[in-house]
């Protein structure tokens, strides 16, 4: 016989369900700009809604949820990215990352014909986002392709606006190097 | 303004957050510089094209699935917990059973010391609980010696539940014991007239069971009491412990 816990809930409080699912398909894009497949982007919002259900009183005191849930799922990311890699990861002092961008700039640069076609090529822009280190493409996913301010996210883990700032400047900086390499380097050089 | 100060206004430009007049200077660089001028050019198409990036939509289900999952989840985390400190032990002479026990009420100022004298019959297998109200009643059962594999289940009379388990009158699990005292806390929560609830501990084909009677008392009392006294009083009240007697 399995045990089924109490349902403790203010009358009339809306149900974790109610909170969330207004929300979960933007939470899902999210998800998807940051790991790239269906299938991980939908492991990323499950785990999210694992770790939010015992904050469900939290959630509904929460003014702006849209905002909280995004931040939430950004934070829930790069932990889990920083849990897989032996050291934390801080593109702000990533020597792989300079060392591609190194590598880059010693190449010919493409012709902008060649970077005005790429720029036309959604599945090239996606490639190359993938190529950005997981923190660098968390950032321009979240400011760039879904919007969210630097604002929304600065605060939540204590960083300094002028950071966040000088962070995607160079993932910005890196994806349009990704932009004037030479076709055919793509497959030479790794971000 | 250089290509160097274009460059490090360029992200501002893009995030809108460069005044008109710095606009107008970028403008104006632009317009000679050839380099600036595509690097504009591409990081505003860049930016663009980002925007325009699609994303698949979610599967019909994945929010009936994942709403699912996490309370599954949530419940799988709370029934560990609750295991865990659920996991006390039994005590005693399950190995040997020919252990007795007896229930002693619990003075406040001796919560942390064993309780040593032998239980008066008048004292044995009743607690005192309010009707009404989460309270926390302990059992302690002393083990000879460690053991394992204990199947512990406890039955609740109608009218009483463990809290996180509503409506279930039997909970099972298993269990080790320690060599020495094992605490068994239990969260009741009693609705009616109180009752038997029975703690059996089984260890292969050896079978101890235990008994305790909730007597319940009148919600509000004839003495009054400060609030705050009152629940410590209800708390104190609840406490009881299982002796190991050998020679019982």
Known sequence: ?191 | MNCQDFHQQLDDRLDGRLAPPAVAAMNRHAADCRDCAISLAHATALQRRLRELPAPALTPDFARRAFAAAHQAQQDTRRTARRNALRFALAASVAVLAIGIAFVPRQPSAINQKVAAAPTPSAQRVVQVSSGQVQPVRLRFNSPQALSNITMRVNLPAGVELQDYPGQRELSWQTDLQSGANVLELPLFVRGNGGVLTASLQLGDELKQFSVVLQTTPATGAFRMDPASRIAAARDAARIDMEDLNHA
């Not at chain 1, 968390?138 to 606006?161: C, F, K, M, Q, V």
Request: no cysteine; glycine share 4%.
């Open chain 1, 1 to 191: 016989m399995a045990p089924v816990p109490f349902q403790r809930r203010d009358a009339g409080a809306p149900s974790f369900e109610a909170l969330v699912l207004p929300h979960l398909e933007r939470l899902y894009r999210l998800a998807y700009r940051y790991t790239g497949t269906s299938a991980d982007a939908e492991d990323l919002v499950q785990s999210l809604l694992v770790k939010l259900l015992p904050q469900q009183e939290t959630l509904t005191r929460v003014e702006l949820p849209a905002p909280w849930l995004a931040r939430a799922l950004h934070n829930l990311y790069v932990d889990q990215v920083r849990r897989r890699t032996t050291s934390a990861i801080d593109l702000a002092a990533s020597q792989q990352d300079e060392e591609a961008l190194e590598l880059i700039v010693d190449d010919k640069l493409a012709s902008p014909d060649e970077v005005a076609e790429k720029l036309s090529d959604r599945d090239w822009i996606a490639a190359a986002l993938m190529r950005l280190t997981p923190e660098h493409r968390a950032l321009i996913a979240w400011h760039d392709i879904e919007g969210y301010t630097l604002e929304e996210l600065a605060g939540s883990r204590n960083i300094p606006l002028g950071t966040l700032k000088s962070r995607l400047h160079r993932a910005r900086a890196h994806l349009r190097q990704l932009l004037m390499e030479p076709s055919g380097a793509a497959l030479r050089v790794t971000g």
